[in-house]
């Protein structure tokens, strides 16, 4: 099975990728047990997305289901609790074509330990990002606060979303979006960020424990 099909597809390719996605990211630490959510735009306009509440590693065909553009429910069963998320990122951005959610342990802990602006900066791996084509750049990552309201998340992202350095943004202590052409581009941005949001934990740490005397 290709992961690497651009473009609108059709409901069962994108639930393979979409199955597939839930094995791989489980794989790399970031969808323990039932968290996250995942999607692909349709060749009719309407996308699928994971069926709310399901392990994200053990996904099943029939744990992912239709939603119009809206991001309401084209069938009987309850889609994931942020597909409202979703359906802005698909709207706000006409060539993606898939988008994951995925809760980050360093990305908890990174936006645990601090308020500040979040730059990422002389990473090999932003190359990653599309249009990025060096390591000598900074690129300001999109965060916002954690709520279980989804409409004010998504009416809070609707100004920055369109103007975000690379396709991507972080809720506080929760977890990152990413969104790209395909599954395949959209894996690869969040194996890069979980790196990279890795090494600024490091960082951090290593900082605090110099600064301690670097004996404890
Ligand atoms: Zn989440």
């Not at 094995?23 to 968290?35: I, V």
């Not at 979040?118 to 606060?145: N, Q, R, T």
């Not at 998504?154 to 599954?183: Q, S, T």
């Amino acid at each position: 099975m290709s992961l690497r099909t651009e473009g609108p597809v059709g409901f069962q390719t994108a639930t393979d990728n979409i199955c597939e996605a839930g094995r791989l990211l489980h794989s790399m630490g970031m969808a323990p047990a039932t968290s996250g959510n995942y999607s692909m735009r349709l060749d009719d306009g309407s996308f699928a997305v994971t069926v709310s509440g399901f392990h994200k590693g053990r996904l099943e065909p029939d744990n992912v289901m239709r939603v119009c553009g809206e991001g309401k429910a084209l069938e009987d069963k309850k889609p994931s609790a942020e597909t409202l998320l979703h359906s802005q990122i698909y709207r706000l951005f006409p060539d993606a074509n898939a988008c994951l959610h995925v809760h980050s342990t360093a990305g908890v802990i990174l936006t645990r330990l601090t308020r500040a602006v979040i730059h990422l900066k002389g990473y090999e791996m932003l190359k990653i990002f599309p249009g990025i084509h060096s390591h000598d750049v900074s690129v300001k990552l999109l965060a916002v606060e954690n709520t279980q309201d989804m409409q004010a998340l998504c009416d809070v992202l609707e100004k920055p979303l369109p103007k975000v350095d690379i396709p991507a943004y972080i809720i506080r202590n929760h977890g990152f979006y990413v969104w790209g052409k395909d599954m395949e581009s959209c894996l690869n941005m969040c194996e890069a960020m979980d790196h990279m949001l890795s090494v600024e934990v490091s960082i951090r740490k290593l900082r605090a424990h110099a600064r301690n005397g670097g004996t404890k």
